[in-house]
């Protein structure tokens, strides 16, 4: 066809509708924007997934540091990092060592998942840190190496859910079966922790990088500020990857986000404009990023004007925010934030937060995060019908819900933190479950109908120009944070490889597979009880974990805990794989008020049973805080 003797009406047609063509997004992951409604058939289970069966479970996998210099049976040293001398750095990599992750680790990593999860998950989470660290002197890191490093786990991605049919077309947003949405961390630039308001040349490359992964109509946001949303399930559910190192406190060439100058404040003010249109199209979200908003007494991972903005988000969007998931600190854990915590001056910058000291072990953080969960309600009481109690006991859960926010905890907010798969302890990941109940059903999850008297009004501080957001209608039921609904969070399965077993093998003649086996489930787990995974189940825990009156035992809690009074093992406790179980003498004083650590009692005084339950919670919490890897000596000694 001779172009020349076109109607240039209609060639500009066709060159409109090949415009469309070349930027058109595929279902995977598209924007949360604009969605044009499912016409001509009803919406089913596979059809939410655009061609995709959910089975309810997705993957939340953080912090691979993949080292490219990693040498086998070299010394775990610090100077030495696992790249030169000799020692005993394994196959799959150093165990309870700071050395980074050798490739074999990676692709037995991700060769494991497509032989035991790739078919039954919807989605991932890859919460950053995707290069290695800057620890050796010798050999310091690059630019070029570190985007070499992100683009060699984007490509183990597309092995794994990439397809091949689509994978070389001029569309790079339908290569894959499932959405995969990543996250900036804190090693994935130069230096680390430091990154400039954008845009700029990182955020322009990982835009690029990233490009199969991020929604065409949010590249612009994306190259702007480094943080996105896609939409998981169709007109359901929307994850959002939030550029925390915006929030980080360590971050010098950001100042929080308070100022409108700052990239802080932007990416806060398109969280909440983001969250008011999920909310009004009854939708809920999952708040993803690197760096956890860790908060104590003396530790403080983000600025506080952050912090306060945050917590004061969550809590006004309750009603749509399911979970919020985080990596970055390499231990197992979790974190409440506190609404009445809240203070509009710091979060408006009205007046400046008191600084906190910034260095601190993993064991002082578990501690003074203990500490401040001594000071909860002493029991979270159960969700029951209050119309079966007696006056009194109506009573006493009436005054308890007071101080927690109502009988669901609203109160607060959880923040989930699971550990990496460099394996600073031993390698694991989190497969969750949750709620797709009645989601074939239209009306399952409905939009907001019930709207305030002026939808677009905001309260107001009455000494501040800060726009609070609305909260939920009183109408509405509680979020899927709170209570069981569909897109609630159910439960995980926590899964590791025992390295030191592994590396133990490695000297036969025939290599070791790299397995991962399931180092706890909450969904049979007698300790911590969570019967699902709400706030309100959460702050049960953490007050049990919070109580600090000691047993006064001759032997220490954790050798004692699991046996009745004969002697006979109740409940079997988690271990240390790789250490034989055997009895430890505690040297510790007597305390009889406040114990930190494994407390012990008097020789000839009496177990107290209760008391005896919730010291094996603390005990168990910082165990697979470190992923089973650190025996009951070290645990001890780090601790008492």
């Given amino acids: 066809m001779d172009l020349r003797f076109m109607n240039p009406l209609i060639l500009i047609l066709i060159l409109v509708l090949a415009i469309q063509q070349c930027f058109a997004v595929s279902n995977d992951q598209k924007p949360l924007l604009t969605r044009p409604a499912v016409t001509g058939k009803k919406k089913t289970l596979q059809n939410l997934g655009k061609g995709r069966n959910l089975h309810g479970r997705f993957l939340h996998i953080t912090d691979f540091h993949p080292d490219p210099f990693y040498k086998l049976y070299s010394s775990t040293s610090k100077d030495e990092s696992c790249h030169r001398g000799k020692g005993e750095a394994g196959i799959f990599g150093a165990e309870n060592s700071d050395c980074d992750s050798p490739f074999s680790l990676i692709n037995a990593t991700f060769q494991w998942i497509n032989d035991n999860l790739r078919d039954t998950i919807d989605f991932v989470i890859w919460t950053g840190d995707s290069a290695r660290h800057d620890n050796d002197e010798n050999i310091p890191r690059t630019e070029k190496q570190i985007f070499q490093l992100n683009e060699l786990l984007v490509n183990k991605f597309v092995e794994l859910f990439g397809k091949g049919e689509n994978i070389n077309d001029t569309d790079p947003t339908n290569d894959f079966t499932i959405p995969i949405v990543p996250n900036l961390g804190n090693n994935d630039v130069l230096p680390h922790n430091i990154l400039a308001k954008g845009p700029n040349h990182w955020t322009k490359r990982y835009s690029h990088i990233w490009r199969k992964f991020i929604p065409e109509e949010q590249q612009h946001t994306f190259v702007r500020g480094g943080w996105f949303m896609v939409e998981v399930i169709p007109d359901r559910l929307a994850v959002f990857s939030l550029n925390t190192l915006y929030f980080f406190d360590h971050n010098a060439a950001v100042d929080g ?152 905890g609203e109160r607060y907010s959880a923040s989930l933190v699971t550990a990496s798969v460099v394996p600073n302890y031993f390698p694991t990941m989190r497969l969750f479950e949750y709620n ?74 025939q290599p ?129």
């Fill in 257 to 408: 986000c308070a100022k409108k100058s700052e990239a802080g404040f932007e990416q806060m003010e398109w969280l909440r404009v983001q969250l008011q249109f999920l909310r009004e199209r009854g939708m809920k979200a999952i708040l993803m990023g690197h760096v956890p908003p860790a908060r104590t007494e003396s530790k403080q991972s983000w600025d506080e004007t952050c912090w306060q903005k945050y917590t004061l988000w969550v809590q006004q969007y309750r009603d749509v925010v399911s979970a919020a998931l985080y990596g970055h600190m390499n231990i197992d854990h979790f974190m409440l934030q506190d609404n009445e915590e809240v203070d509009i001056k710091i979060a408006s910058g009205e007046s400046k937060p008191q600084q906190k000291a910034k260095k601190q072990s993993s064991a002082e953080y578990l501690t003074e995060l203990r500490m401040g969960w001594s000071e909860l309600p002493n029991e979270v009481p159960e969700v029951v019908d209050d119309e079966n109690d007696v006056e009194a006991q109506k009573h006493k859960k009436d005054k308890l819900y007071k101080k927690i926010g109502g009988k669901w």
């Fill in 436 to 509: 797709i109940t009645g989601l074939d059903s239209p009306s399952s999850i409905a939009p907001n109908t019930v709207k305030p008297s002026n939808p677009t009004a905001r309260k107001h501080h009455k000494k501040s120009k800060f726009k609070i957001p609305l909260p939920p209608s009183k109408s509405s039921p509680p979020g899927p944070a709170y209570s069981p609904q569909p897109l609630a969070l159910l439960g995980y399965n926590q899964y590791y490889a025992n390295l030191t077993r592994l590396n133990s093998l490695s000297s036969s003649n």
């Fill in 512 to 640: 070791p597979k790299l397995e991962y086996e399931i180092e706890y489930s909450t969904f049979n787990d007698p300790i911590f009880g969570l019967k699902e995974l709400t706030v309100r189940n959460y702050l049960k825990l953490a007050s049990q974990i919070g109580k600090f009156k000691a047993l006064k035992e001759t032997e220490t809690d954790f050798d004692s805990e699991c046996r009745d009074q004969s002697g006979k093992t109740e409940q079997s406790e988690p271990k240390d794989p790789s250490e034989p179980s055997k009895k430890h003498e505690n040297n510790s004083e007597d305390d009889d008020e406040v114990q930190v650590g494994f407390s012990k009692r008097r020789k000839g005084e009496k177990k107290h049973k209760k008391q005896k339950h919730i010291n094996q919670i603390w005990y168990t919490f910082v165990q697979r805080a470190y992923v089973g890897a650190k025996g009951k000596e070290e645990l001890k000694e780090d601790f008492d």
